[in-house]
């Protein structure tokens, strides 16, 4: 299997900006995706990297740098809603996702 | 709207008993996966089929098994249920097996094993 990792927990205020990094491992690297999961909810699609670099969208942003095995997402102008867990998931040379545990995200008032 | 269904939306669920997971989505994908989610674990992969009649095994295949007769549908069968099998279960599916295609997940099964 692959190893990742993330944090397992973070808190920030309404507003402010957050980054969650995840580092990884792989046998073969087909891209880096990031999935918004909120609580009793099924996973959903907010990033894909497979370059080197920054992919901007919206008040979300991921980031890649392959030489290092590192991503992380940026989300910016904290809302409320915001508050879920995300997961880093890597696609290996077989083009199978491996998931992180995933970090909840806590936004406060 | 377009998507993944799965039935049922949960399930309790005697040690030893056969179970069968729905999955149907109709967006014509070629893909489709089954994930467990379990605390602390994150989603790991079960089985995949990367087009309709043929499968794959995942991280975690022992104690299940799949079948993919069409292009909509990927059942996911508990030949004899464990109380390790408790856990959430997704199907998700991609228009392809490969490439930088997105993988859409389904809504899960939330399945224990008493």
């Known amino acids: 299997g692959q190893n990742i990792d993330q944090p397992t927990e973070m808190t920030a205020t309404e507003g402010a900006i957050v980054q969650i990094n995840c580092t990884y491992q792989t046998s073969g690297f087909n891209g880096l995706f990031w999935y918004q999961q909120h609580a009793g909810e099924a996973p959903t699609f907010l990033s894909y990297n497979v370059l080197d670099g920054l992919e901007e969208k919206g008040r979300f942003s991921s980031f890649l740098s392959r030489s290092k095995g590192y991503s992380y997402l940026l989300l910016k102008e904290l809302q409320m809603k915001d508050s879920a867990s995300y997961l880093c998931a890597v696609r290996d040379g077989d083009y199978k996702l491996s998931f992180g545990a995933g970090t909840t995200v806590t936004v406060r008032a | 709207i377009a998507g993944i269904t799965q039935a049922p939306t949960s399930q309790i669920l005697a040690a030893g008993r056969r179970m069968t997971l729905r999955c149907t989505q109709d967006m014509r994908h070629n893909a489709m996966y089954w994930y467990r989610q379990d605390l602390g674990l994150g989603l790991r992969l079960i089985h995949y089929?990367?087009?309709?009649?043929?499968?794959g095994k995942g991280e975690v295949p022992d104690g299940y098994s799949v079948s993919r007769a069409n292009t909509d549908d990927f059942p996911l069968t508990l030949a004899s249920a464990v109380p390790s099998q408790t856990s959430v279960y997704f199907c998700?599916?991609?228009?392809?097996?490969?490439?930088?295609?997105?993988?859409?997940f389904g809504p899960g099964t939330r399945l224990t094993v008493l």
């Open positions: 089929s990367n087009t309709a009649g043929t499968t």
């Open positions: 998700a599916s991609s228009d392809s097996g490969g490439g930088g295609d997105t993988q859409y």
